[in-house]
Each structure stands twice: as C-alpha cells, then as structure tokens.
Nanobody, 117 residues
Framework: QVHLVESGGGRVQSGGSLRLSCAAS???????IGWFRQAPGKDKEGISC????????YYADSVKGRFTLSRDNAKNTVYLQMNSLKPEDTAVYYC???????????WGQGTQVTVSS
C-alpha cells in the first residue's frame, strides 16, 4: 500500500502560481504518476501524467503551457508547477500512482486550489 500526501494548495489570484507536491510513503520508481482535478459539480479530470521509465509527460490541453510536472524519485515526490492560474483551475487536485504491470493504483486525499479573479 502506497500512501500519497498532496500539499501546496491554497488560494491565489488569477495569474498567480502554486507548486503542488505529492509525497509517497515508498519508492515511486515503478509507478506512473498522474495529477487529476475535480471542480464542484464536475467529473474528475486527468490533467497531467509522467511515466516511470523515461519520464515522458502528458498534459491536457486545458493546462498545456502553464503546468509542468516533474518527479524526484530520490525523494519519492512528484511536483506540479502551476503558472498563469485561472479561475477555472479552481478544484481539488489529486495525485495518483499507477503500477501498470501489476495494476496497482493509489490516490492521495487531495488538496484544494482556489483561484480568484
């Protein structure tokens, strides 16, 4: 069981920045890491992920060019740098660790991001 803890959320004005962290209780070397968000009344949306092998990244169109995902395997931590934030980025942000070969998937508890106009 991998325990994930997100942090770094908060309230920021439009155009501001935040850096979210997802710290794991054990090594993430075998896991793909994804960031998801869920706004009130909306479905959970996958916004970014990073592969475990080559570090390749994916970004949803809604965040491309503004968000950057990185991982520090030595610290068992993944970061989501969010710049040029918009009110529509307001949501609870969750990280997910997925070990594809074994089908293991773990979620953090989420961190609230609120962007005011």
């Amino acid at each position: 069981q991998v325990h994930l803890v997100e942090s770094g959320g908060g309230r920021v004005q439009s155009g501001g920045s935040l850096r979210l962290s997802c710290a794991a209780s054990e090594s993430l070397d075998n896991y793909n890491i994804g960031w998801f968000r869920q706004a009130p009344g909306k479905d959970k949306e996958g916004i970014s992920c990073i592969g475990n092998s080559d570090g390749s990244t994916y970004y949803a169109d809604s965040v491309k060019g503004r968000f950057t995902l990185s991982r520090d395997n030595a610290k068992n931590t993944v970061y989501l740098q969010m710049n040029s934030l918009k009110p529509e980025d307001t949501a609870v942000y969750y990280c997910n660790a997925l070990w594809p070969r074994l089908g293991r998937s773990y979620w953090g508890q989420g961190t609230q991001v609120t962007v005011s106009s």
